[in-house]
């Protein structure tokens, strides 16, 4: 099926969707973007994805092109128009084209921002296999940008993480700097240790995670407690569990880190139940 995308303004067949060569996204990674999940034709937390999708651009002293509301009528419609039950819809917005390449920003009153959208279709994704099995993980060290709170298009790093994972027969890389994890190539990184939460806190070094807010708060409300600080991969190595959270795959379980399982070797208690607490509250908030 040939998808129906969105372009600055125009619902276009994929094939006919076009970008200048010139746009800085394309020349100099100077974009941001957002990943926001759909359950059951309807979006997961398309506010929390709004309001930092607003926080990146502004950040970036880039123009927002774009409504808080039509963004919303964007995204339904693209949902509809694609027939999509589960997936993910996919937004980037770029600092646009002078039609030249300079390093310097062109000026805002003449040159507009780019806005593209497209979806992609994932039946299945609320009940992957995957989850079930848990993830395996090698740490890497984090060698990317100061400025990871910003959710920029510069992802060159982390898709090589993700392939120096694959290479080794292991699913995803947790990134270390100065001997501790920062987070995963695509999601924000935690350990377990009895009833306890463990998450590094919120600051440029991470990607203030949509899904971890609301994890973290569900976890509150179930009287599990959580513990926003620093932890090492010989302490993630030690502890009953691990998971990860993204709006691609709410919450994961880990089950390996660098060759070491951890408890038993399967997913766990705390990261199964989250899951389930995730997507059933997710499911009833969403628009
Ligand atoms: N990635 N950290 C990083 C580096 C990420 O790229 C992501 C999301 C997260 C989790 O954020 P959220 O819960 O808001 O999805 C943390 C998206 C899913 C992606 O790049 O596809």
């Not at 963004?71 to 693209?78: A, P």
């Not at 993830?135 to 060290?141: T, Y």
């Not at 990860?244 to 199964?272: K, N, W």
Request: charged residues 30%; hydrophobic residues 40%.
């Amino acid at each position: 099926m040939t998808r129906t995308v969105y372009v600055n303004g125009d619902y276009l067949p994929e094939t006919e969707a076009k970008v200048s060569i010139f746009d800085r996204g394309f020349l100099m990674a100077d974009g941001v973007y957002e990943v926001t999940s759909v359950l059951d034709g309807k979006l997961i937390d398309f506010d929390g994805h709004a309001i930092r999708l607003e926080r990146s651009l502004g950040e970036l002293d880039m123009r927002n092109p774009i409504s808080k509301e039509d963004l919303l009528e964007v995204h339904r419609e693209l949902v509809r128009a694609n027939e999509i039950n589960e997936g993910l819809i996919y937004l980037q917005i770029t600092r646009g084209s002078d039609g030249d390449r300079d390093f310097a920003f062109p000026d805002p009153e003449t040159t507009v921002p780019t806005i593209v959208m497209f979806t992609q279709n994932k039946p299945g994704m609320a009940d992957s296999p995957a989850s079930k099995k848990g993830a395996k993980v090698i740490s890497i060290e984090d060698i990317r940008w100061g400025r990871r709170d910003i959710k920029t298009v510069q992802l060159l790093y982390p898709s090589m993480g993700k392939m120096m994972a694959k290479k080794v027969g292991c699913d995803d890389a947790w990134m270390v700097e100065d001997g501790f994890v920062t987070e995963g190539t695509s999601n924000n990184a935690y350990i377990v240790k009895g009833n306890k939460i463990i998450t590094r806190a919120l600051s440029n070094d991470i990607l203030h995670g949509i899904t971890r807010a609301a994890v973290l708060r569900f976890a509150r409300e179930a009287q599990m407690e959580v513990e926003e600080r620093n932890f090492t991969i010989d302490e993630a190595k030690e502890a009953d569990e691990a998971f990860t959270t993204s709006a691609s795959a709410f919450v994961m379980p880990v089950v390996e880190i660098d060759g070491v399982a951890l408890g038993d070797g399967t997913p766990g208690r705390i990261a199964p139940r989250l899951r389930e607490i995730y997507l059933d509250e997710m499911r009833k908030a969403a628009v």
